[in-house]
């Protein structure tokens, strides 16, 4: 059965500063892997997206992701830090029948 | 990326009324549609998935007398909270999955209800 976790509930940078959310995941069979973002009272946007191919996936808004199958990770990065990138952020793997499992997510707050 | 639409954004009710969330996608036609329910600082849980044609499949412990789903076209889905509680306050989410083979789902704006 497919799982992700995210590691630390609410992570916290200043502007411009590094960004990185983690994520590992379990699964049986090739892993389709997504981080979505939430503003509040919002629904989710698709940040980025792993299904095959390159390892490094890059997204909207500046952030990447690196798949890595021995680590069981996907963890999401951006360079330099925004304000406008505070916000809830989720990982998550596809089951069968394009069913997504989120993890607990990650509220990310950027100070000035 | 694909435009889902949900009705009403908010609604307050009372305790044992019904409430129905109008889910649509605006500008393709979706084979497989989610529910989902994301209460405060919590992550998004599966209601129930369904596929044009066809009944919802609904998630372990959620009730299907409770949560009516039709997938009534291609574009438009509704979720209708029956005798509703306010245990079942909640920000309920919808989303679809183009029939094109595309893996990425596509998120409504949610629907906050608040029950009392």
């Known amino acids: 059965a497919q799982s992700v976790t995210q590691l630390g509930s609410h992570v916290s940078v200043s502007e411009g500063a590094l960004v990185l959310l983690r994520c590992n995941y379990s699964?049986?069979?090739?892993?389709?892997l997504f981080w979505y973002v939430q503003y509040p009272n919002q629904g989710l946007q698709l940040l980025l997206k792993?299904?095959?191919?390159?390892?490094l996936v890059k997204g909207i808004n500046g952030f990447e992701a690196e798949f890595k199958k021995s680590e069981t990770s996907f963890h999401l990065t951006k360079p330099s830090a925004h304000m406008s990138d505070a916000a809830e952020y989720f990982c998550?793997?596809?089951?069968?029948?394009?069913?997504?499992?989120f993890g607990q997510g990650t509220e990310l707050s950027v100070k000035p | 990326g694909a435009v889902v639409s949900q009705h009403p954004s908010r609604v307050i009710c009372k305790s044992g009324t019904s409430v129905k969330i109008e889910c649509r996608s605006l500008?393709?036609?979706?084979?497989?549609m989610f529910w989902y329910r994301q209460f405060p600082k919590q992550s998004l849980m599966l209601m129930a998935t369904?596929?044009?044609?066809?009944?919802?499949?609904?998630e372990q412990g959620v009730e299907k007398d409770k949560f009516l789903i039709n997938h009534a076209s291609l574009t438009l889905s509704t979720l209708t909270v029956t005798s509703a509680h306010p245990e079942d306050s909640s920000f309920y989410i919808c989303?679809?999955?183009?029939?094109?083979?595309?893996?990425?789902?596509?998120f409504g704006p949610g629907t906050r209800l608040t029950v009392l």
């Open positions: 369904s596929n044009e044609g066809s009944k919802a499949t609904y």
């Open positions: 998550a793997v596809m089951r069968w029948g394009g069913k997504l499992i």
């Open positions: 792993y299904t095959t191919g390159a390892t």
């Open positions: 989303s679809y999955r183009p029939g094109t083979g595309d893996n990425e789902q596509f």
């Open positions: 500008d393709f036609q979706a084979t497989t």
């Open positions: 699964s049986s069979v090739p892993p389709y």
